[in-house]
C-alpha cells in the first residue's frame, strides 16, 4: 500500500518562508507525476505544483517564481519551498501522486498565513 505523509505546515506571517516535505512509500520518480494541492475554507482544491516522471515542472500562475517542486529519489521525499507567502494562500496542501490506475493523496498539512 502506497502511502503519502506531509509535514512541514504551520503559522507563518505574511511574507515568509515555508518547506512542506511529502514521505512517500516508494521512489517518488516511480509515479507517472507528484504534486501538491490546496484547498482554501469554502473553495475548491487547487494544483500549485506538480512534477511528472521525466521533471517537466508545471506551477500555478500565482506561485511561479515563488515556490519550487523538487524530489529526493534516495530519500523517499518530494518537497515544496514556498517563500513571499500570501494570507490567501492559508490552505491544507495535500500531497498527491498519480499512477497509471489511482490516485493518491496524503492527508493534508495546515498552512496558514498571518497578515
Known amino acids: 500500500q502506497v502511502q503519502l505523509v506531509e509535514s512541514g505546515g504551520g503559522l507563518v506571517q505574511a511574507g515568509g518562508s515555508l518547506r512542506l516535505s511529502c514521505a512517500t512509500s516508494?521512489?517518488?520518480?516511480?509515479?507517472?507525476?507528484v504534486g501538491w494541492y490546496r484547498q482554501a475554507p469554502g473553495k475548491q482544491r487547487e494544483l500549485v505544483a506538480r512534477i511528472s516522471s521525466g521533471g517537466r515542472t508545471e506551477y500555478a500562475d500565482s506561485v511561479t517564481d515563488r515556490f519550487l517542486i523538487s524530489r529526493d529519489a534516495a530519500k523517499n521525499m518530494v518537497y515544496l519551498q514556498m517563500s513571499n507567502l500570501k494570507p490567501k494562500e492559508t490552505a491544507v496542501y495535500y500531497c498527491?501522486?498519480?499512477?497509471?490506475?489511482?490516485?493518491?493523496w496524503g492527508q493534508g498539512t495546515q498552512v496558514t498565513v498571518s497578515s
Open positions: 498527491h501522486a498519480g499512477l497509471r490506475s489511482a490516485d493518491l
Open positions: 516508494r521512489n517518488p520518480f516511480s509515479f507517472n507525476v
